[in-house]
């Protein structure tokens, strides 16, 4: 089992570039979400999805675009990184139980806006 | 709304020391979950434990245990006979289940580390 997979795993972007982390789960989970982690500040949510077709904003969505075509895929992306996006970001999922369930994480990705 | 206080910024004990992490919750549910994770250096996060509100029965799995109480709001964690595989990164994270059932709010996380 693959479990959650985060792509890349490290990347440098330019101020103003674009581009999309990717992330995949193979454990037909319903619920996907996108966290960021930065120093002193724990895992702050930007955006999550119920199931395909529903997604919604979280703490901290500004600067972020998501998408939910598919059950597995759950892809986060930046519209014109800022320095301010410098992170990194960890994607999660978890099933449907009547209550909360552990969440399941990908590696991460180290993002560093310059 | 809610909040996570995690007041231990970084704990540093020797090998075979107990460890003890506090954290805080704040919320104005009756009904909620608390969880721990560890992020070891790595930079995964691994599930330790999920806990609702209607349990306050603590809990011991091998050298980790949990302490429970509502009337302080408190969801603290102690490692018994700390190793140096213990060294991680542990957050302690609320939800509040329901229509939010996918959203953790963290504390800042303590750093242990454990020195041989």
């Known amino acids: 089992n693959a479990g959650v997979t985060q792509t890349p795993k490290f990347q440098v972007l330019k101020t103003g570039q674009s581009m999309t982390l990717q992330c995949a789960q193979d454990?037909?989970?319903?619920?996907m979400s996108w966290y960021r982690q930065d120093p002193g500040m724990g895992l702050r949510l930007i955006h999550y999805?119920?199931?395909?077709?529903?997604?919604d904003q979280g703490e901290v969505p500004n600067g972020y675009n998501v998408s939910r075509s598919t059950t597995e895929d759950f892809p986060l992306r930046l519209l014109s990184a800022a320095p301010s996006q410098t992170s990194v970001y960890f994607c999660a999922s978890s099933y449907e139980a009547g209550w909360p369930t552990e969440a399941f994480f990908g590696q991460g990705t180290r993002l560093t806006v310059v | 709304a809610q909040k996570v206080t995690q007041a231990q910024t970084e704990i540093s004990v020797v090998e075979k020391e107990d460890v003890t992490l506090d954290c805080v919750y704040e919320t104005r549910d009756t009904t909620y979950y608390l969880f721990w994770y560890k992020q070891p250096p790595s930079g995964e996060l691994v599930f330790l434990i999920r806990r609702n509100s209607f349990d306050e029965q603590n809990e011991i799995s091998g050298r980790y245990s949990w302490n429970f109480q509502k009337s302080t709001s408190s969801f603290n964690f102690t490692i018994t006979a700390s190793q140096v595989v213990d060294s991680a990164v542990y957050f302690c994270a609320l939800n509040l289940g329901g229509c939010n059932d996918y959203k953790l709010s963290f504390g800042a996380g303590t750093t242990v580390t454990v020195r041989a």
């Open positions: 454990m037909n989970h319903e619920y």
């Open positions: 999805s119920v199931g395909a077709g529903i997604t």
